[in-house]
T-cell receptor, first 107, second 116 residues
Framework: AQRVTQPEKLLSVFKGAPVELKCNYSYSGSPELFWYVQYSRQRLQLLLRHISRESIKGFTADLNKGETSFHLKKPFAQEEDSAMYYCALRRDDKIIFGKGTRLHILP | EPEVTQTPSHQVTQMGQEVILRCVPISNHLYFYWYRQILGQKVEFLVSFYNNEISEKSEIFDDQFSVERPDGSNFTLKIRSTKLEDSAMYFC??????????????FGQGTRLTVV
């Protein structure tokens, strides 16, 4: 079964420290993976997609097929990064979300 | 910037009552979705809709649920006889095409449904 696992419900990181939000997936086939973010009182929005290999707001995520992971990383956390982060996987005509990790940046 | 809008933002209804959640997708989008998020749990897929019919639905989307695109702009989710466990945040989303690797899903702000 296709599944996305985010093991951490909450991650607290000091401003300026590196951030890593973990995501593991199970999928038979070539996965298409995304990170979505939800800032306080705002809607879910796409942060980045693995196929673009892009860096958005300093965040990057590398697909590791051997470890079936798609961890989200940023070298230096900023206060405005505090939000809910969802790892997601596309299957057919829908997106499957993980449970989400709340990132809390400490001053 | 165009966005998906949902109304109402909060709906309180009595158990057993019918409720209709409304969404206006982005105007040139072709695929529409409903997701829900029970408090403290993950965002779950309910249904996708394309070309005036359901293209995929989850196990959650049973006979109590229905979707409709009654005119060229609205996309509605109806729950016929609400149960306490239907209490959740319901998100509408739309995409210009199917959820391909380069396709971004645009989400509404959500409607919080509370069944009492």
């Amino acid at each position: 079964a296709q599944r996305v696992t985010q093991p951490e419900k909450l991650l607290s990181v000091f401003k300026g420290a590196p951030v890593e939000l973990k995501c593991n997936y199970s999928y038979s086939g070539s996965p298409e993976l995304f990170w979505y973010v939800q800032y306080s009182r705002q809607r879910l929005q796409l942060l980045l997609r693995h196929i673009s290999r892009e860096s958005i707001k300093g965040f990057t995520a590398d697909l590791n097929k051997g470890e079936t992971s798609f961890h989200l990383k940023k070298p230096f956390a900023q206060e405005e990064d505090s939000a809910m982060y969802y790892c997601a996987l596309r299957r057919d005509d829908k997106i499957i979300f993980g449970k989400g990790t709340r990132l809390h940046i400490l001053p | 910037e165009p966005e998906v809008t949902q109304t109402p933002s909060h709906q309180v209804t009595q158990m057993g009552q019918e409720v209709i959640l409304r969404c206006v997708p982005i105007s040139n989008h072709l695929y529409f979705y409903w997701y829900r998020q029970i408090l403290g749990q993950k965002v779950e897929f309910l249904v996708s809709f394309y070309n005036n019919e359901i293209s995929e639905k989850s196990e959650i989307f049973d006979d109590q649920f229905s979707v409709e695109r009654p005119d060229g702009s609205n996309f509605t989710l109806k729950i016929r006889s609400t149960k306490l466990e239907d209490s959740a945040m319901y998100f509408c989303a739309s995409t210009p095409q199917g959820t391909g690797a380069y396709t971004e899903a645009f989400f509404g702000q959500g409607t919080r449904l509370t069944v009492v």
